[in-house]
């Protein structure tokens, strides 16, 4: 039996919530723990469901949208990885729940396994990112960001191994040396380079070819 990923569901809609609820339960590594209708419940939900990935609407009525949401629980909780679920591709509303801290970012009209690809990686603090909104994230960013000479030859390497999806431990042991080392290095490339999260490192290093496509290790 698989470890199970947690789950929690906030959209203001519950037929969607419903719909989500019944798609993920057939997977035998899910485990919905539970879903509300708006950030605010969200928010105090939070310790009582513990939650690995929240599934987050962005367009939801109230005091609190979906992106402040995402801020917020990032700031409070952030281990827990969030995916943005939403029927825009505004670019700026991308961006927006991206440099909140959200990890994927999903279509509603995407196909399901998609969103299920995208809970998975983020479990596993990877990003997956909707093909239809990863061109305008790179046009941003490239419009945002410095340039990678600014990094050092081993931060180059870090950002690489970030880009295929690896975890600090698993860096760490590829280049020999402590997972310490690794968290120092992840920190200094997302200050230089003014970027929020490994979302963006990950959208960073394919516009600057510093891997290709070929490279990354996607679900």
Not at 160 to 169: D, E, F, I, K, S
Not at 179 to 199: D, F
Request: no cysteine; hydrophobic share 45%.
């Amino acid at each position: 039996m698989p470890e199970k990923t947690k789950v929690m569901l906030v959209d203001d809609h519950r037929i969607v919530r419903r719909g989500l609820y019944s798609f993920l339960k057939a997977f035998d590594d899910m485990e919905v723990v539970g879903e509300v209708s708006s950030g605010e419940e969200a928010l105090k939900q939070l310790d009582r469901w513990m939650p690995d990935v929240v599934v987050m609407d962005l367009l939801m009525p109230g005091g609190m949208d979906g992106i402040e949401a995402i801020k917020q629980i990032h700031e409070q909780a952030p281990n827990i990885r969030i995916v943005a679920l939403t029927s825009s591709t505004e670019e700026t509303r991308v961006m927006a729940a991206l440099r909140a801290g959200a990890i994927g970012y999903v279509r509603k009209d995407a196909d399901p396994e998609m969103l299920l690809a995208s809970i998975r990686a983020a479990a596993r603090g990877q990003s997956l990112l909707d093909p239809s909104v990863a061109g305008a994230v790179m046009q941003e960013l490239m419009r945002t960001v410095k340039q990678p000479s600014e990094l050092t030859e081993r931060e180059l390497q870090v950002l690489q191994q970030l880009a295929m999806g690896r975890t600090n431990v698993e860096i760490a042991a590829a280049l020999g040396v402590s997972e310490e080392t690794i968290k120092t290095h992840v920190g200094n490339i997302l200050t230089k380079l003014q970027l929020a999260h490994r979302t963006q490192a990950v959208i960073y290093a394919l516009k600057r070819g510093l891997l290709s496509l070929d490279d990354i290790e996607l679900p």
